[in-house]
């Protein structure tokens, strides 16, 4: 399954945050601790040159603990990369840490005490307005579970000369690998509108049959897990009332495991870890270079067809 989703909304977010970004000190960018790589927004990476960045892992409360801390590490190999895994429910001492970072990353501006000006980014669904709201100690903006709630630029002026400019969760037009796209959809990132859930819920059987077998042991009375993930939606539909004229009803198999990963009913868990995401750049580097030869064969047979026709 190809899933793509790009409102038109997003085209105009992107454009308005490049045309911000040369006037800002720090980034914020807000990702998902189930998935802190494909929550990152690619066009960001790319276009923020040496600005120094907190990465800000939200909702920690439903990822692995474990691979948290690995994803941490990972981020913070770039010296210029600070990362913070919160629970944005309970904030704690967010407020006053997020600005004394922001400090001490733009010290030239800090020490002369001027402005220090900060982008909030993030794909849609990963807590940012909540973060917005929290820094701001009231309701600055809307906070909702569906994507694209977000969708127009704000400011918001914090004690100690620290500006944030809070910018519509945004997602870009291509995802590379196909998992990225699955990744995003599980934890409703994109809309539910545009996900074939049978699709969905496959992938996710496949992904934590390996890695997370005991919490769906424990959240669907299994023994022992089937063999493949057809049979572990098999099985939740006969424990969950998935039957359909007593068949299996595996777009009912998949709406369920879909809905207990995302309430975190099968325990804590993150979908990628820094080596998947190594591979996964393996395998995107290869279809490109695939790509590219397919493309210069094409070019190549045009460019001879042409020079025999000069020739007749």
């Not at 989703?5 to 189930?34: F, N, S, T």
């Not at 005490?113 to 929290?134: D, E, L």
Request: charged share 30%; with cysteine.
């Amino acid at each position: 399954m190809s899933i793509q989703w790009y409102p038109g909304h997003m085209h105009k977010a992107r454009k308005q945050m490049l045309e911000l970004l040369p006037r800002i000190d720090v980034l914020v960018e807000i990702l998902d601790a189930r998935l802190p790589h494909s929550s990152q927004n690619p066009v960001i990476s790319e276009a923020r040159g040496d600005i120094p960045v907190i990465k800000l892992l939200s909702k920690d409360d439903l990822a692995d603990p474990e691979r948290t801390k690995a994803w941490q590490a990972h981020f913070e190999r770039d010296n210029n990369i600070r990362t913070l895994a919160v629970d944005l429910r309970k904030p704690g001492k967010l407020k006053s840490l997020i600005p004394e970072l922001c400090r001490k990353l733009a010290p030239q501006k800090a020490e002369q005490n001027r402005t220090i000006n900060v982008m909030v980014a993030g794909i849609p669904n990963v807590g940012k307005s909540t973060f917005i709201n929290t820094m701001a100690g009231r309701p600055a903006t809307k906070t909702g579970n569906e994507p694209a709630v977000t969708k127009a630029q704000q400011q918001i002026n914090l004690e100690g000369g620290v500006i944030l400019f809070d910018t519509p969760g945004m997602l870009w037009p291509r995802l590379e690998h196909e998992n990225t796209g699955f990744r995003l959809a599980a934890t409703s990132a994109i809309k539910n509108t545009v996900i074939d859930f049978e699709d969905l819920g496959l992938y996710l059987a496949d992904y934590l049959m390996p890695h997370y077998a005991e919490g769906l042991k424990a959240r669907y009375g299994l023994k022992s897990l089937p063999k493949d993930n057809y049979g572990l939606l098999s099985a939740i539909c006969t424990r969950r009332g998935g039957m359909k004229a007593d068949q299996v009803d595996f777009h009912k198999g998949g709406e369920i495991l879909i809905s207990d990963f995302r309430a975190c009913r099968l325990g804590q868990i993150t979908l990628e870890t820094p080596d998947e995401i190594a591979q996964e750049d393996i395998e995107i580097a290869e279809e490109q270079a695939r790509r590219a030869a397919i493309a210069a064969e094409k070019e190549a047979k045009k460019a001879l067809k042409k020079a025999g026709k000069r020739h007749t």
